[in-house]
């Protein structure tokens, strides 16, 4: 009877008439999930947003609950489908659902039960140093870069294999189940896929091509699972999701407003950035400001391996049939995070938002620089042993100068992984797209003008991420909502061009390049921390604090003295 019901309120929905189609996007990132609508012409008719907790068990460590992130995108899926019921739009104008997510976030479940077995340890998640170095040692040339030629990829805390094989290593329930035959693996996009179509009761277990080549398991020319790698891991095959393209009906949704719509598209956060800004040619380059800072480099229809400290990766594949395109990618831990690390550690300001109007207050940094390496740098370093230092502090800095030091650190490491591009490519950038939710701070985007010498590009719509999923997802055989050819999404960009003189932004950066060098080498572990007897995060803030100002004042302040006076 309920089928029945259903049945004949499907039917009388669907001979309503609807406004047109409309294709919708889970974007889950570190911080929060949305789910976005957009129209045909790619513009975003109803959206909804929700902050998601991460959970800092101990020094280093990141987690979150994988049934509280699909709990929050059902509750937004469904909150945006009744926005767009008022709106007076059907449920069958819904043609399809793209997905995008945080990468290498690593979930283990139990196949029988679609359970987690751990919290979904986090991209920036540090614990796995050890395990580095283990695998570093078993490699024939002792070099983190020595699997490179095959995933694209050094070995590092970033990457899912390398947190999967913790799993595997330090929680009994992962070692057991896996045992058995009983546990799966996947990344976030997995994770939700395999629930949305149905769970443990026939849901589809895919990834595509762009997450899996953030494993260090998928061959970066084939984009199979390697056997070599996963046997270096220690990983079963059996485990693994089926790796797709990125834009072909995944599976349908089994459950709720949405039952019955195809989920079309996948890509990973930073690879739907690029396809949201359209960068789809050789050359095309885009820099996404969030919790990190992912600068990806569209190489075209062949792999680049860095000699630069740079990653190769998947750039999208629009169909099981289509070419697959690359990017050079340069990949930074701490960008708005930093920014928090001010609101909530330092708390010198309140709202995240409120770091321009103090920054602004004090024309220049006045010789601080701040290396926000709060658990290691990432490209082009891929020292995992570096912290975070504030150097050139003088009795006159005050919290202006460490807020406007924090906005330049995002901008000097974006130099540095651009460099590291202009040197593998060869040709230099002339105009730097942007997106994220940093680049509503105009004063972040003009020091970025300043620090590169280039154009920084701002498109209408900073929501890329969101938009390259739905895009994914909209042009896919048997769903045809778009046409990459017609959508003009990014007319009417914002410009900021460069203020300062050649001379000046070299010398910063000259002064920054040396206060990297004070963070490394931070990084040495006490019997205590070994054992799990780790301060957390909070009491270690505290404790930092005045050791770090202190501390980093008496090192670096005779160093810089002749500079503060310049100033």
């Not at 395109?325 to 309140?350: C, F, H, M, P, T």
């Amino acid at each position: 009877a309920a089928h029945s019901v259903r049945a004949r309120q499907t039917r009388q929905m669907a001979a309503k008439q609807g406004k047109g189609p409309l294709v919708g996007a889970i974007d889950e990132g570190t911080s929060s999930a949305r789910f976005t609508v957009y129209d045909a012409q790619g513009k975003a008719v109803a959206s909804q947003q929700k902050e998601i907790a991460i959970l800092t068990p101990q020094e280093g460590w990141a987690e979150q609950d994988p049934m509280l992130i699909l709990r929050v995108v059902k509750e937004l899926m469904a909150l945006v489908m009744k926005e767009c019921e008022g709106l007076g739009y059907v449920a069958s104008d819904l043609k399809a659902i793209g997905v995008t997510n945080q990468r290498e976030t690593t979930v283990v479940w139990d196949r029988a039960t679609g359970r987690p077995l751990h919290n979904a340890i986090l991209w920036l998640d540090s614990r796995t140093s050890d395990t580095v170095d283990s695998l570093i040692s078993r490699t024939e040339t002792k070099d983190k870069g020595a699997l490179q030629r095959l995933c694209g990829l050094p070995i590092s805390t970033y990457f899912s294999a390398v947190k999967l094989r913790w799993l595997l290593d330090n929680v009994e329930a992962v070692r057991e189940e896996t045992a058995s035959g009983r546990c799966l693996f996947g990344t976030i996009d997995s994770w939700l896929i395999y629930h949305l179509t149905g769970g443990a009761n026939g849901g589809i277990h895919v990834t595509d091509c762009t997450n899996a080549s953030r494993t260090m398991l998928m061959n970066i020319n084939t984009l199979e699972w390697d056997p070599q790698l996963c046997k270096f891991f220690g990983v079963a095959e059996t485990m693994l999701p089926r790796i797709c393209s990125s834009s072909e009906i995944f599976g349908y949704v089994k459950e709720g407003p949405a039952k019955g719509v195809p989920i079309s598209g996948c890509l990973g956060d930073q690879q739907s950035a690029l396809v949201g800004q359209m960068c789809l040619n050789m050359g095309d380059a885009k820099n996404t400001y969030g919790t990190g800072c992912f600068l990806l480099y569209n190489t075209g229809t062949r792999p680049v391996h860095s000699q630069h400290g740079l990653l190769t990766t998947v750039a999208y594949k629009f169909g099981p049939g289509s070419p697959t395109y690359y990017a050079l990618e340069g990949s930074i831990a701490i960008a708005g995070a930093a920014v928090q690390w001010l609101r909530d550690s330092l708390q010198i300001i309140k709202t995240s938002s409120e770091v321009e109007e103090l920054a602004k207050q004090v024309d220049t940094c006045h010789g601080v620089y701040f290396v926000p390496a709060f658990s290691g740098l990432l490209a082009p370093y891929w020292r995992h042993d570096a912290r975070g230092v504030i150097c050139g502090l003088s009795q006159y800095s005050n919290k202006a100068h460490i807020a406007r030091a924090t906005l330049e650190a995002v901008c000097f490491q974006t130099r540095e992984v651009l460099e590291a591009m202009n040197k593998d490519c060869r040709i230099p950038l002339s105009t730097l797209k942007v997106d994220g939710g940093m680049t509503r701070n105009n004063l972040l985007l003009q020091l970025q003008a300043d620090l590169l010498g280039i154009v920084v590009e701002r498109p209408q719509n900073i929501e890329t991420t969101s938009f390259g999923a739905a895009l994914a997802a909209g042009v896919a055989t048997g769903v045809d909502v778009y046409s990459l050819r017609k959508l003009n999404e990014l007319a009417n960009p914002t410009l900021f061009k460069p203020t300062n003189t050649v001379d000046d932004r070299d010398e910063r950066y000259s002064m920054w390049r040396k206060a990297v060098q004070h963070s490394f080498g931070w990084e040495k572990k006490s019997g205590a921390e070994r054992s799990g007897s780790i301060a957390k995060p909070a009491q270690a803030n505290r404790r930092l604090l005045p050791i770090l100002l202190l501390g980093t004042a008496v090192a670096c302040a005779a160093y810089f003295y002749s500079n503060q006076r310049r100033h």
